[in-house]
């Protein structure tokens, strides 16, 4: 069976020789993926209405929005899989509409969903992937079995991957996407079908790689997961960037702190009740998330401090202090106005 077209995308293509005409194609930049105007239509849908994105090399741009938004037909542009209507994009220093395939040498793409041959083995997987990637027989094996012990698939190495159940399938899509030490690696959905445990360890190869230089493009419908990974955040709605920045930034978009307090001595609770009523927001009320713990919206640092110094005055120890920024899960909402439930379907865009 020919290898799938999710990895057909970072092949070198051996047929097409390499010229000084194509490395002269190359822009140099400080950035991995810049994009600039990107506008795509689908018959009536404008899938893409002018996206500007930029990725800086060696870091994480995470991109968000709901379903539909137009995270994945850009993801396509980007990797050589469409070609846009209008704009332009360089991806490693090529542009993707007139050098597609030294773009191809140097990403490598996973999508929404696991694409691998499950007649072969996990392992020939990897191994045909390398090969065609000019790897010698020796260093393709090398670099499979790397792979393998990285996404925990040693054991299973040498069965068929029609046998795996559907994380581990998605686990080997992605080591294969790596086969090649892409210089950016753009992640659709990553970690769809992954139990919370495989997904942070999933989070932690990216980190790896991208400690090790690679550029990542994650789009993603986990907001915890664009938290804990990117460096900046896109946020894209009805094929318009709408929001770019950091999580940080991005969550005093909504406004409020939230000030929690855990009293150490349950006979506390009502002292720390009203020094939390006299610190909170106008008109905000104390809430009690869980036992013994109390939460109160708040404008910013000075609620704190003039908290704990009420707590001192009154001799109330504390087990728990936390100011914390809303969630991106909030921010999110107030961009889009929908809610985000972490529930990953195909974007319906053509």
């Given at each position: 069976?020919?290898?799938?077209?999710?990895?057909?995308?970072?092949?070198?293509?051996?047929?097409?020789?390499?010229?000084?005409?194509?490395?002269?194609?190359?822009?140099?930049?400080?950035?991995?993926?810049?994009?600039?105007?990107?506008?795509?239509?689908?018959?009536?849908?404008?899938?893409?209405?002018?996206?500007?994105?930029?990725?800086?090399?060696?870091?994480?741009?995470?991109?968000?929005?709901?379903?539909?938004?137009?995270?994945?037909?850009a993801v396509r542009i980007l990797a050589t899989l469409l070609q846009p209507d209008a704009g332009s994009a360089t991806v490693a220093g090529f542009d993707v509409v007139t050098h597609p395939a030294e773009v191809r040498k140097r990403v490598g793409l996973t999508g929404q969903y696991a694409s691998v041959d499950e007649e072969l083995t996990g392992r020939e997987n990897l191994v045909m992937i390398a090969q065609l990637l000019n790897m010698s027989l020796t260093d393709a094996r090398n670099r499979s079995t790397q792979l393998l012990e990285w996404f925990d698939l040693t054991a299973a190495a040498d069965r068929n991957a029609k046998t795996y159940s559907g994380g581990m399938r998605r686990r080997l899509?992605?080591?294969?996407?790596?086969?090649?030490?892409?210089?950016?690696?753009?992640?659709?959905?990553?970690?769809?079908?992954?139990?919370?445990?495989?997904?942070?360890?999933?989070?932690?190869?990216?980190?790896?790689?991208?400690?090790?230089?690679?550029?990542?493009?994650?789009?993603?419908?986990?907001?915890?997961?664009?938290?804990?990974?990117?460096?900046?955040?896109?946020?894209?709605?009805?094929?318009?960037?709408?929001?770019?920045?950091?999580?940080?930034?991005?969550?005093?978009?909504?406004?409020?702190?939230?000030?929690?307090?855990?009293?150490?001595?349950?006979?506390?609770?009502?002292?720390?009740?009203?020094?939390?009523?006299?610190?909170?927001?106008?008109?905000?009320?104390?809430?009690?998330?869980?036992?013994?713990?109390?939460?109160?919206?708040?404008?910013?640092?000075?609620?704190?401090?003039?908290?704990?110094?009420?707590?001192?005055?009154?001799?109330?120890?504390?087990?728990?202090?936390?100011?914390?920024?809303?969630?991106?899960?909030?921010?999110?909402?107030?961009?889009?106005?929908?809610?985000?439930?972490?529930?990953?379907?195909?974007?319906?865009?053509?």
């Open positions: 069976m020919a290898p799938s077209l999710t990895h057909i995308t970072q092949l070198p293509f051996p047929s097409l020789p390499f010229t000084q005409d194509a490395y002269d194609g190359a822009v140099s930049t400080e950035n991995a993926v810049e994009a600039n105007g990107l506008v795509k239509s689908f018959k009536k849908t404008k899938a893409l209405q002018g996206v500007d994105l930029t990725v800086p090399r060696g870091t994480v741009l995470g991109v968000l929005g709901p379903n539909g938004a137009g995270k994945t037909t899509d992605l080591a294969a996407s790596l086969t090649g030490h892409p210089d950016v690696v753009f992640l659709d959905e990553p970690t769809t079908g992954l139990d919370p445990a495989k997904r942070e360890d999933m989070w932690d190869v990216v980190r790896d790689i991208v400690a090790q230089g690679t550029s990542v493009l994650l789009t993603t419908q986990y907001l915890e997961e664009a938290d804990a990974l990117a460096d900046d955040i896109v946020v894209i709605d009805k094929g318009k960037v709408i929001a770019h920045d950091t999580a940080s930034n991005l969550k005093r978009i909504v406004g409020t702190q939230t000030l929690r307090i855990h009293p150490t001595d349950a006979k506390d609770i009502d002292a720390t009740r009203a020094i939390l009523e006299s610190v909170g927001t106008a008109g905000s009320a104390v809430a009690e998330p869980r036992r013994g713990e109390l939460a109160v919206p708040v404008s910013g640092q000075q609620a704190l401090e003039k908290a704990l110094r009420a707590a001192k005055t009154q001799k109330i120890t504390l087990t728990e202090v936390a100011l914390q920024l809303p969630s991106l899960d909030e921010v999110f909402f107030t961009l889009t106005g929908e809610r985000n439930h972490s529930t990953p379907h195909p974007e319906e865009e053509s």
